[in-house]
């Protein structure tokens, strides 16, 4: 079953403009990661948050992870219209040899 | 270092078929992890393996499906007697070990007609 659920599943935004998408789960869990794919390709890692950690900055990505409310926020800043793809955040649980589990992903449209 | 490498990138079969996707992963890597997507959506979880073990099969339908990560070579993603719903985009990725990043491959387009 999906562990990690994005909200919202699509977003649109005029380039310029800030997008704040989240990712709620289940379980305890090790890390939290954030991945992005365009149209057709492959996922590419974007930035991990350990447990304990509560923010990660990386360009103009910043990550937040509440794991009280087992909840993550990805937000992009200043946006590009290039920045328009489908992002997933993915879970490594804390339970021993798991893999990491997606989520169903938020759909990004930066209009130029 | 080249990436995860997947090949093919397309593959056609028609119904009753057999499918085989490869995964080479990065090098120095000995974690494999499966998934596919279907349009429009996420990726769901199939299979885990290290060199020679399969870790984690429980996304793996039971029927037709096999994979394995020999000691030498890609590791192997089997579907026999393809059906139009294994049409799909399945993705492979590696890491060191189980919990760093995982780096996907540009996965494999398979249409079954």
């Known amino acids: 079953s999906q562990q990690g659920e994005e909200d919202p599943q699509a977003l649109s935004i005029q380039e310029g403009e800030n997008a704040t998408m989240n990712c709620s789960y289940k379980t305890s869990i090790n890390n939290l990661q954030w991945y992005r794919q365009n149209s057709g390709r492959g996922l590419v890692h974007l930035i991990l948050?350990?447990?304990?950690?509560r923010e990660k900055h990386s360009g103009r990505l910043r990550v937040t992870l509440d794991t009280s409310k087992k909840s993550s926020s990805l937000l992009i800043t200043a946006s590009r219209a290039a920045d328009t793809a489908s992002y997933f955040c993915?879970?490594?649980?804390?339970?021993?040899?798991?893999?990491?589990?997606f989520g169903k992903g938020t759909r990004l449209s930066v209009i130029a | 270092n080249a990436g995860v490498m997947q090949n093919p990138r397309h593959l056609v079969r028609r119904r009753g078929q057999e499918a085989r996707l490869r995964c080479s992963p990065m090098k120095g890597h000995s974690h494999v992890y499966w998934y596919r997507q279907l349009p429009e959506e996420g990726l769901k979880f199939m299979v885990y393996?290290?060199?020679?073990?399969?870790?984690?099969e429980s996304g793996m339908p039971k029927e037709r499906f096999s994979a394995e990560f020999p000691k030498e070579g890609p590791s192997i993603l089997r579907i026999q007697q393809v059906v139009r719903g294994d049409s799909a985009a399945y993705f492979c990725a590696s890491s060191p070990r189980q919990g760093l990043i995982a780096f996907f491959g540009q996965g494999t387009r398979l249409t079954v007609v």
């Open positions: 993915a879970t490594d649980e804390d339970s021993g040899n798991t893999p990491l589990v």
């Open positions: 393996l290290q060199k020679e073990n399969i870790i984690d």
């Open positions: 948050i350990r447990s304990n950690e």
